[in-house]
């Protein structure tokens, strides 16, 4: 008997978070044949790499993975990091196939952007090598800021079990002395 094969658990929010990476890829790679302008090709793929961007940021993030993050300036006109997750119970439960679209779609985007690049290197195409930079830079803001998001949430995780574990012993301890 074979074992039920888990279906995705938001199929249309997995399907927006292709689509937009696939949109600015599929855009840039065929405009070319299509149009003969720069600006609408840089224009058109920077915004498609945009809308992916604040997609995965704000929306796939929080329901595929249970991850957000997001970049302040304080008061001293440094850069801080926030991070939120879903408590550890609820990660465990995010499903399995969910979290392996958004990880490798993220991942596989940034390699397609990469190998872009390197063929607009190669060609000598500085304009579209600014295109692809663009898109690059995006998918790997979202790269960094997940994977961070990621290892705050295991930390987050690790410090709570460590001080339920510690608080517990501590009371353990009391309660002997106390009954001796």
């Not at 790679?29 to 058109?44: G, P, Y």
């Not at 704000?58 to 879903?86: C, M, P, Y």
């Not at 969910?98 to 195409?125: E, K, M, N």
Request: hydrophobic fraction near 55%.
């Amino acid at each position: 008997m074979q074992a039920p094969v888990e279906n995705y658990a938001n199929p249309k929010t997995c399907l927006f978070h292709v689509l937009f990476k696939g949109a600015a890829l599929a855009f840039y790679i065929l405009s070319a044949l299509f149009f003969n302008s720069f600006v609408i090709i840089f224009v058109v793929t920077v915004l498609l790499a945009a809308l992916d961007f604040w997609v995965v940021k704000n929306v796939s993030g929080r329901i595929l993975v249970g991850l957000r993050w997001w970049n302040e300036i304080n008061d001293l006109g440094e850069s801080v990091w926030k991070f939120e997750s879903l408590d550890q119970e609820s990660l465990a439960r995010m499903n399995k196939k969910d979290s392996w679209l958004f990880w490798w779609t993220l991942y596989l985007a940034a390699a397609a952007w990469l190998v872009l690049g390197i063929f607009s290197l190669i060609r000598f195409q500085a304009d579209y090598l600014l295109v692809v930079g663009v898109c690059l830079s995006l998918n790997v803001a979202n790269i960094i800021g997940f994977t961070k998001c990621k290892k705050d949430a295991k930390k987050q995780f690790q410090q709570f079990a460590s001080q339920t574990i510690a608080s517990r012993f501590q009371s353990t301890v009391q309660s002997a002395f106390t009954l001796v």
